[in-house]
């Protein structure tokens, strides 16, 4: 089982950056794609962004070209850098695995992020 912590949320403005951590334990971390999940107020969970072991990565079509996920895998950390960001971005945010777009392990606490307008 890989135990997630993600970290580095808080509030901006409309067209304001933050970049988010998740720090990931486990043997798992570096074979396994993993993934950015958001939940908004009211709405379902939803992958926005993912990545593979290889550096692969895709985009829910609502971030595309404003955020940019990478992973470190010596430190077992994914990132997510929001530029640009909007009102609609605010929400929690949690790592996972992502294969298949289905999340692999129990979630963290998550991150939230607000965006104002």
């Known amino acids: 089982q890989v135990q997630l912590v993600e970290s580095g949320g808080g509030s901006v403005q409309a067209g304001g950056s933050l970049r988010l951590s998740c720090a990931a334990s486990?043997?798992?971390?570096?074979?396994?794609?993993m993934g950015w999940y958001r939940q908004a107020p009211g709405k379902q969970r939803e992958l926005v962004a993912a990545?593979?072991?290889?550096?692969?990565?895709n985009y829910a079509d609502s971030v595309k070209g404003r955020f940019t996920i990478s992973r470190d895998n010596a430190k077992n950390t994914v990132y997510l850098q929001m530029n640009s960001l909007k009102p609609e971005d605010t929400g929690v945010y949690y790592c996972n695995g992502a294969i298949a777009g289905i999340p692999q392990w129990s979630w963290g606490q998550g991150t939230q992020v607000t965006v104002s307008s």
């Open positions: 486990g043997s798992s971390f570096s074979i396994t794609r």
């Open positions: 990545i593979t072991s290889g550096g692969s990565t």
